[in-house]
């Protein structure tokens, strides 16, 4: 049985970059940028003003003039049609073209109106190129503006409108099957009866797969019923992905491995030396898929996911980068197993900490509400001490 790094690593093998496709920018939010982009100019593409005031010669300001005459306005988008001479200005709005001629300007906040065209300076000291946003200073014409892989946030849909880029280059993302299982498991539109459960871990899983745009081409139940399964599995795994809910265990009603293998998939391994989610099951399809049998308990789906999906979708989108980061675990955690063991952690307010409670098992539907990510206990560690650093999966999926 595998180790949990051990099968990160299976998972990594099994990972090649999606295909690249182009969408408009109008399509590009939170997709994956595939290629870098470079600036197609220099930002600022000229000197502008950072402020609302007056544009100045600095030789005038240091040999002592204070009261200057408005020679022209400037607004955003136009340009200046006179060169300053000695004693003059220009009144310049925010974002407007600083002229050659003037090396200065003085905030609103500092001047005091004399009459309609006459102000006085009232700084005690103004600098070269002050409040003047030189062309340039952001990026150079050519320079890389933004790296590949990247995830198109608000910031970089932002950036890519500033360099004109209309026509973004993406990762495809892969379509997915979800397929939950169990006799015991209804619709959650029907009133289960008291040995059954509402089928929550499907719209878990439908959120997951959001968060990271995937499109759904195929979400059904199947029961414990072979012939089912296998017409069933046998639609999901048209797809790239195929994510399988319950029925991987070692029960007599647990079909999901004998009849994936009977479908061609071929086993990249069968359970993991974790808790909780032990049972996974990752496999190939022979159309060149991958198939993840999560178990099927609410806890064990969410941190399987996250541990094994969102490992392969991670390098699948060329993120090289570790997707655990390192934080303080304000409270003691012992533990009994041998097993690597994952739970969930709570960000606690006015601190850079997190916690962990205490829940009934990976059956307790309430064991992650309000956590802000997984935690990581080694398996060759006892017990975590008060204030040690650990390493946390973001609940966010980026």
Same mark, same amino acid.
């Given at each position: 049985?595998? =180790? ?11 990972? @090649?970059?999606? /295909? ?8 590009? &939010? ?5 290629? /870098?982009?470079?600036?197609?100019? *220099? ?16 030789? *005038? ?18 340009? #200046? ?34 009459? @309609? ?29 933004? #790296?590949?892989?990247?995830?198109? $946030? ?6 890519? %409108? ?54 759904? +081409? ?5 029961? *414990? ?20 809910? +319950? ?5 007599? #009603? &647990?079909?999901? /491995?004998?009849?994936? %293998? $009977? ?36 806890? @064990? ?33 012992? =533990? ?30 309430? #064991? ?22 650990? @390493? ?7």
């Amino acid at each position: 049985m595998l =180790k949990y790094l051990e099968a990160v690593s299976k998972i990594r093998g099994l990972a @090649s970059p999606f /295909p690249v496709e182009t969408v408009p920018l109008t399509s590009a &939010d939170n997709r994956v940028l595939a290629r /870098p982009v470079f600036a197609d100019r *220099d930002y600022p593409p000229f000197d502008r003003s950072a402020m609302d005031g007056i544009a100045i010669r600095l030789a *005038d300001y240091q040999q002592g003039a204070r009261e200057f005459h408005i020679a022209e306005t400037i607004f955003a988008g136009s340009e #200046a049609t006179v060169a300053l001479e000695e004693g003059t200005c220009y009144r310049i709005m925010t974002g407007a073209p600083c002229p050659p001629s003037a090396d200065a300007v003085v905030r609103n906040e500092d001047i005091t109106y004399i009459s @309609s065209q006459q102000v006085r300076v009232q700084s005690e000291q103004v600098v070269p190129k002050q409040h003047i946003a030189q062309q340039g200073e952001d990026l150079t014409k050519g320079d890389r503006a933004l #790296a590949a892989p990247c995830r198109c $946030d608000v910031s970089a849909i932002g950036t890519l %409108a500033a360099l004109g880029v209309n026509n973004v280059p993406v990762y495809a993302n892969p379509s997915v099957a979800i397929v939950t299982t169990g006799n015991e498991v209804v619709d959650i539109g029907r009133q289960p009866n008291r040995f059954q459960i509402r089928n929550s871990n499907q719209y878990l899983l439908r959120s997951l797969c959001c968060r990271w745009g995937l499109p759904i +081409g195929l979400c059904q139940h199947a029961p *414990d019923d072979p012939a089912i399964l296998r017409e069933t599995l046998g639609q999901a795994l048209d797809h790239h992905i195929t994510i399988i809910n +319950g029925g991987v265990s070692a029960g007599d #009603a &647990d079909y999901v /491995p004998q009849v994936l %293998a $009977d479908l061609g998939v071929e086993t990249l391994f069968h359970k993991v030396l974790i808790k909780p989610g032990k049972p996974i099951l990752v496999g190939t399809t022979p159309n060149g898929g991958i198939v993840f049998a999560l178990p099927g308990n609410p806890l @064990s789906c969410l941190v399987t996911f996250k541990l094994f999906v969102e490992e392969y979708l991670w390098c699948c989108y060329g993120f090289a980068h570790t997707r655990l980061k390192k934080a303080q675990l304000l409270n003691y955690r012992p =533990k009994k197993t041998s097993l690597d063991e994952f739970f969930p952690v709570f960000r606690e307010i006015h601190t850079d900490g997190y916690t962990w409670r205490p829940h009934h098992g990976s059956g307790d539907i309430t #064991a992650a509400v309000g956590c802000d990510g997984i935690g990581w206990h080694p398996q060759n560690r006892r017990d975590i001490k008060a204030n040690e650093v650990i @390493s946390i999966l973001s609940l966010s999926s980026f």
